[in-house]
């Protein structure tokens, strides 16, 4: 074990000064839960200064300034390039108050100005109506990272650091989210930093003992089984434990400056030989009592170090009299006076020991990437357009040619661009990237890794068989100012729900707060959708992740399905060159048939919506059907279902719409991509029925148009949970998106064939049943079907 409780770095008057500091911040993170004025009690505290709602958590905070404000001397001691991340979920107070001493928060919110005005104000918005949360919210300069975020935040870290070469990411990691899946597997991260090109991570795992009011796993093992987690883990732990504010300081000044000194050795070793080997990052355990400084206990029950402290230690304060003279006792206990002047302002020989100017935690610009992020140099992606002479006539790998693109993207940006994925990028035919830069790994290798393992210390390829922690990479990449791109099946993007969920909100904010910089969107392609799982089965038909994409706010989501290799490729440019959105882009891998050359996929992708001339034929004539659909699959069938429907039925008037961005389908109030009623009535029609084939579940499609004119004639088909081991178009005929299930319906629909339309709906079905009886006899569909093409 190393510890370092006895070495004492700091002279007295360090000593003395580094403790004022902190109880500063430990002022301020109490008085924002409790005061809504009187900010530096300069009379006796009354019920009027205390505010009706008592919101925040305590009992993180004081850990989290203890680390901030240490890791404060050294930024000014070595000129440290650092950056701070807080994973615990509500230690906002402990950030807050080092952002407003070191007075990036006054500059930020002039409203908030370091005087006594200021501070009042700054006590009374936290956790209060049209102020800000108790997360490390977008409105808190020096934030990439919402604390709380379900384990998140070493993933984030290491986000940061990659091809930041020159930057401390130090990242407090609570203990309660230690115990989340996604931050016990990001501790693996240290194996994909180059100590060559990439920055430093410094987690420091915080130990208070307790969640809202449980222990915490970690809190209760031994030190060696604990010390031994961490080696396994690939790091050198360092432990720093204890309540004596006197003997932490010392401990945590020693420690941190070993650890800032052994990553400056071990990047100086790597650069200077230039040999990317793996080391044993350093690492600290905090180990620290829940509540530090506040009240040891309130009527008869124990709160510092116990689970009592977690939010507010003490309430109803205003009917209580003890309880506000218990308040007024501690908050007293730091003594205000000696830390602010009468005017408010924080005493100069204190704000001394912070750094200045970007140096600043709070005022960095890689925690406001947008400032730094630099436009992609892009190749034209034209050069990787599919030639077709006609459409629906040849069949092509859609991803392919994608690859290429991200390829020579890579090429063009080898400082500043990443692929993202969990373990699948030549399975998503996305391996061309591999001729620029490989995968990589700077765990073991084995000889046979020269063959097709696509490894390479420093390769730009980002693959672990995690989807939280290559998404929290990507997210930390994008928030210091890069771009990436992430592709991962469509059955397992579940498994990032909830980071998707908050990332999108951290956009959405982030909108509002005008001193952020737009970042670079994140990319997201999702493949090996639910129609070709031939290898996989049930478990792997699940297109559910449309339907929580479309619940966050629309002035951050896009949601684009390209039926074929160009309309990808066309997407894929415009995402890759937006910023502040989450674009959702759905495109198997497998070959599909191929339908718009270039232009024409270029101009079907800028309208995302739009009537296909050669599939329809209801020009200068009211149509009796219109066949619509989204995605690759139901694309093809609706087209030959449009086939079967026009050789029964020669006189039958069909218009063919396909749609690439699905919120064109949302009413232009509810989305900035929608189609105004009158655009929308001009494609579908006021009052002839549309069958529409789509890629996901049916009621997304009802769900995006409920509000629209001819809505009571809409007929969605999509996925109905069915399926197995089945071929394609067997799958599709189960979950009924097959071309003889779209035609039968149609005759159904439409008025004029109810009653003739009976032999051919006989002929259909006949036809739908020897599909399926040849599939499960021979495995593969009838070749006639499968091998179908649009006519000339």
Known sequence: MTTLQTIKPLSELELDAIHKYWSASNYLSAGMIY??????????????????RLLGHWGSSPGLSFAY??????????????????????????????????GTYSEVYPNKGEDEQGLRQFFKEFSFPGGIGSHCTPEMPGSIHEGGELGYSISHAFGAAYDNPDLLVTVMVGDGESETGPLATSWHSNKFLNPIRDGAVLPILHLNGYKINNPTILSRISHEELENLFIGYGWTPYFVE????????????????ICVNEI??????????????????????????????????????????????????MSNIKDNPEHLKKLESWLRSYQPENLFDDTGKFRPEL???????????????????????????????????LALDAPGKVSALNTKPLGKF?????????????????????????????????????????????????LSPDGRVMEMLSEHTVEGWLEGYLLTGRHGF???????VHVIDSMFNQHAKWLAM????????????????????????DHNGFTHQDPGFLDIVVNKSPEVTRIYLPPDVNCLLSVANHCLNSTDYINVIVCDKQKHLQYLDMDAAITHCTKGVGIWEWASNDEGAEPDLVMACAGDIPTKEALAATVLLREHFPQLKIRFINVVDLYKLTPKNEHPHGLSDCDFDSLFTVDKPIIFNFHGYPYLIHRLTYRRTNHDNLHVRGYKEKGSINTPLELAIQNEIDRFSLAIDAINRIPSLQIIGAHVQEKLRNRQIECRQYAYEYGVDLPEEDSWTWPS
Do not use: C
Not at 41 to 47: A, F, G, N, R
Not at 486 to 492: L, N
């Open 35 to 52: 005061l809504r004025s009187n900010p530096l009690l300069k009379e006796p505290l009354k019920s009027e200064h205390i505010k009706q």
């Open 69 to 102: 404000i240490h890791i404060n001397r050294l930024i000014k001691k070595y000129d440290l390039n650092a950056i701070f991340l807080a994973g615990p979920g509500h230690g906002a107070p402990g950030v807050l108050g080092p952002a407003y001493l070191e």
């Open 242 to 257: 204890g309540s004596d504010p006197d003997i932490m300081h010392q401990a945590m000044a020693a420690t941190l400056e």
């Open 264 to 313: 400056q050795r071990i990047q100086k070793e790597a650069r200077d030989s230039g040999k990317p080997t793996r080391p044993r990052w350093p690492m600290i355990v905090l180990r620290s009592p829940k509540g530090w400084t506040g009240p040891k206990e309130v009527d008869g029950h124990k709160v510092e170090g116990f689970w009592r402290a977690h939010q507010v230690p």
């Open 351 to 385: 704000k001394a020991l912070a750094p200045v100017g970007n140096r600043r935690m709070s005022a960095n610009p890689h925690a406001n990437g947008g400032l730094l992020r630099k436009a992609l140099r892009m190749p034209d992606f034209n050069e990787y357009a």
């Open 406 to 454: 991200l390829r020579d993207i890579m090429r063009q940006n080898m400082h500043n661009f990443r692929v993202f994925g969990p373990d699948e990028n030549s399975s998503n035919k996305l391996d061309d990237i591999y001729e620029v830069s490989k995968k990589t790994w700077l765990a073991d290798y084995l000889p046979e890794d020269a063959d097709g393992g696509e």
């Open 486 to 492: 992430f592709s991962t099946y469509e059955s397992f």
């Open 510 to 533: 982030s909108k509002v707060v005008p001193w952020r910089a737009p970042v670079s969107s994140l990319n997201l392609l999702i493949t090996s959708t639910v129609w070709r799982q």
